[in-house]
């Protein structure tokens, strides 16, 4: 989490330090803060508590000139979410400015060293611990910035990106990153440096991804160099942007959210396109291609991922072992890496990821790695630091995500894992012609499917409307439909804050039945399929503790629009597509709900989009 920028050039780094930061804030936005080296050589320093637009108001006509400059947005992890914890952070004698992403592990140890050392800290912070070291080792040492940088690198413990700036040396800035993103873009005599490329792609389609222990020391003439935390001269890759600056704009639309909920017919199409051919019945992921005969052959898959990915995950298990027969497990990247796994060389790790930096996803892969196993990556964001730490992998080419709150990433996931499933099951004859060649033209209608599903909003609205004020919410479903409703569940709580829990509708009468009254909306997903039975007995013993029930039903349906005070339809389809279709009205609900009770719906509080922290 945090969100950091920084610049040099010719050109006034306020404007583009502001602008970087707001592409970043889905990142954290506790506080923000900027750094500027200004003409006197001297560092001006403005940073504030809450969102980038509680920064430029603080600034306001206060002097903001200068062409080399850092800046912060704070997701907080050490220390309240202050303007003093705010950074950038500056050594004792405020000549070295520092922000960064990530956490030192060993601050403890290394602040009651210098404090011993006469270095006084302002603020609760891992971060001011580093530059008080950079500091302490420059001035012991009189070495140049970026030997400092990295002799005190080389003491830490922890993640970091970092981006430093020094009155001692103004036409240079310094960057090093280790297990939190970086990337630098280059343009013409200028570089700039975001922890991802939304920052960059209006100035530069040019950029190298930072890889860890790695310090670049770009200079104002001299260009850039990248040495190893063991100083070893690197040679930086440099690598085209293909994202497209629209793609970061809201288009028309009141929230992110909400365009790309109605983004999905499209990304779910860029998610196929090229990979399937339902007239001539085949579907091949070039990204996964040398790697199928293994998964074919895989003792078993272990699929693992945090928040929503983990959803999607739960929806491939189902995928895998109906069509493929391979046993899956699917983890909380965060458990399954403190657990001792067993993990063996015939084991394929997938890792699921929109932003392809979750740091317990990460950790995972690196201890599944270590135990031999193969590991492949479903991942959103292009050249993110998962989808070059696995074997291979596919991109879910959803485009960029603004709002926090997953959505089009997650239905990409679920149509990749479709995919992989059907490509593999195909491969070992698990499943048949006739049900390949259908399940194919299903993904293939689903665009169309959703755009339909997508003209009932203003009805869905006017049902979210008469569950605004809420305080609960149960959300249920069977069989694949059971980690939608977890999706649904999370959904309105990240938004609306409303207390919601997704179960398993078989499960209800053992717990959450007890509270279910007249006050309680229960969402239920009964769609036509082989559970459709069972789940309107759950629906009957939802009723008869005078639930009120809201349902997601398949086009046509009467049964259930008999018992359920509001029914929400989808189009006809097979099962198979359900969680993708049942998805979309799920999320509609919440962000109606959300905005209706003036929440902040992109930025909900708390959370942030990119969790580089464990
Ligand atoms: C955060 C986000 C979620 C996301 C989760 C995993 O909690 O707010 O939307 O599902 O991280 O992130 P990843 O990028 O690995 O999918």
């Not at 997701?75 to 004792?92: F, I, K, R, Y």
Request: include cysteine.
């Amino acid at each position: 989490m945090c969100g950091i920028v920084g610049y040099i050039g010719d050109k006034r780094a306020y404007p583009i330090l502001i602008k970087g930061l707001s592409r970043l804030e889905y990142r954290g936005y506790d506080s923000a803060g900027i750094a500027l080296l200004q003409e006197d050589n001297a560092i001006k320093i403005y940073k504030r508590q809450g969102k980038v637009l509680d920064l430029t108001e603080f600034i306001g006509d206060a002097s903001t000139e200068g062409t080399v400059g850092i800046g912060h947005t704070r997701w907080a992890t050490h220390g309240l979410p202050n303007d003093v914890n705010a950074h950038p952070h500056s050594s004792g004698d405020g000549s070295i400015t520092l922000v960064h992403n990530g956490i030192i592990e060993n601050y403890d140890v290394l602040k009651k060293e210098l404090i011993k050392r006469g270095h006084v800290f302002k603020s609760e912070t891992d971060t001011e611990v580093l530059v008080h070291l950079i500091e302490d080792i420059k001035e012991k040492s009189g070495v140049a910035l970026e030997e400092a940088v990295r002799i005190a690198l080389n003491e830490v413990h922890g993640a970091y990106a970092i981006v430093v700036l020094s009155t001692d040396e103004p036409d240079k800035i310094i960057a090093a990153k280790k297990s939190s993103p970086l990337v630098i873009g280059i343009g013409e005599d200028e570089y700039y440096l975001a922890s991802d490329a939304t920052p960059i792609v209006e100035y530069t389609k040019n950029v190298v991804y930072l890889e860890d222990e790695q310090i670049a020391i770009i200079h104002r003439k001299n260009g850039m160099r990248i040495i190893s935390l063991r100083n070893k001269e690197v040679s930086p890759y440099v690598q085209e942007l293909e994202m497209q600056l629209e793609e970061l704009e809201k288009g028309g639309y009141e929230h992110f959210m909400l365009k790309e909920i109605y983004e999905q017919p499209r990304a779910i199409h860029d998610s196929f396109r090229g990979r399937l051919n339902s007239k001539e019945g085949w579907v091949s992921l070039g990204g996964i291609k040398d790697y199928e005969e293994q998964i074919a052959n895989a003792n078993r898959i272990i699929i693992i991922a945090c928040g929503t990915s983990w959803h999607a995950a739960l929806v491939g298990e189902y995928y895998f072992e109906d069509l493929a027969r391979i046993p899956v497990e699917v983890e909380y990247a965060s458990e399954f890496r403190y657990r001792n796994p067993i993990i063996r060389k015939d084991d394929v790790v997938i890792a699921i990821s929109q932003s392809g930096e979750t740091a317990d996803t990460l950790a995972a892969l690196k201890m599944a790695r270590e135990q031999g196993a193969t590991l492949l990556g479903i991942v959103n964001v292009v050249g993110s630091t998962i989808s070059r730490v696995t074997d291979a992998g596919s991109y879910t080419h959803a485009g960029p995500e603004i709002g926090v709150a997953s959505t089009k990433a997650f239905t990409t996931q679920l149509t990749l894992l479709a995919l992989m499933a059907l490509a593999i099951g195909k491969r070992r004859r698990t499943i048949t012609d006739k049900k390949f060649q259908v399940y194919l033209n299903e993904l293939e209608a689903l665009p169309g499917k959703i755009e339909k599903l997508l003209e009932s909003d203003d009805y869905i609205k006017s049902v979210a409307a008469e569950y605004k004020d809420a305080q609960n919410a149960l959300y249920l479903g069977r069989g694949s439909s059971f980690p939608i409703a977890l999706e649904g569940a999370l959904k309105l709580k990240e938004i609306s804050y409303i207390h919601a829990e997704g179960y398993p509708a078989a499960e209800m009468k053992h717990g959450p039945i007890a509270l279910i009254d007249e006050n309680m909306p229960v969402f239920v997903i009964a769609t036509q399929g082989h559970n459709y039975e069972k789940v309107v007995s759950n629906i009957q013993e939802v009723k008869a503790r005078k639930g009120k029930l809201i349902a997601i039903v398949t086009k046509g349906d009467t049964a259930v629009r008999d018992i359920a005070d509001h029914v929400i339809e989808i189009p006809t389809c097979d099962e198979f597509v359900v969680p993708i279709l049942a998805t979309i009205p799920f999320q509609l609900i919440s962000y109606h709900i959300a905005v209706m009770r003036e929440c902040n719906v992109d930025q909900p509080r708390n959370l942030a989009k990119s969790v580089t922290v464990e």
